[in-house]
Nanobody, 122 residues
Framework: QVQLVESGGGLVQAGGSLRLSCAAS????????MAWFRQAPGKVREFVAV????????YYVAPVKGRFTISRDNAKNTVYLQMNSLKPEDTAVYYC???????????????WGQGTQVTVSS
């Protein structure tokens, strides 16, 4: 069982930066692939980025590649999402999630946080 709690969301102007954190409970955090998803109003929840259990491999959806960076600290049971050059279209609730293997499909993620709101003003 893994419990996830996101933090770090907020209101930022276009071009600004935010860093999201996701703190995990449980002794098996380092065995999970960790991902960030986001859900904008009226839209389906979409994949943003994933990081391998060891942290040596990452993958991003095209619209955020080069602007967002996913990382993890297994000693702190925490995964991060550094978001730079934010755009109004990045506005969404951001969720972290855990899975035993790499996937971009939300159906493969058994554990989810409650989400944190990110709002980017133009």
């Amino acid at each position: 069982q893994v419990q996830l709690v996101e933090s770090g969301g907020g209101l930022v102007q276009a071009g600004g930066s935010l860093r999201l954190s996701c703190a995990a409970s449980g002794r098996t955090f380092s065995s999970y692939y960790m991902a960030w998803f986001r859900q904008a109003p009226g839209k389906v929840r979409e994949f943003v980025a994933v990081i391998s259990s060891s942290g040596d491999s990452t993958y991003y959806v095209a619209p955020v590649k080069g602007r967002f960076t996913i990382s993890r600290d297994n000693a702190k049971n925490t995964v991060y999402l550094q978001m730079n050059s934010l755009k109004p279209e990045d506005t969404a609730v951001y969720y972290c999630a855990a899975a035993p293997y790499i996937s971009t499909s939300r159906a493969d993620y058994a554990y989810w946080g409650q989400g944190t709101q990110v709002t980017v003003s133009s």
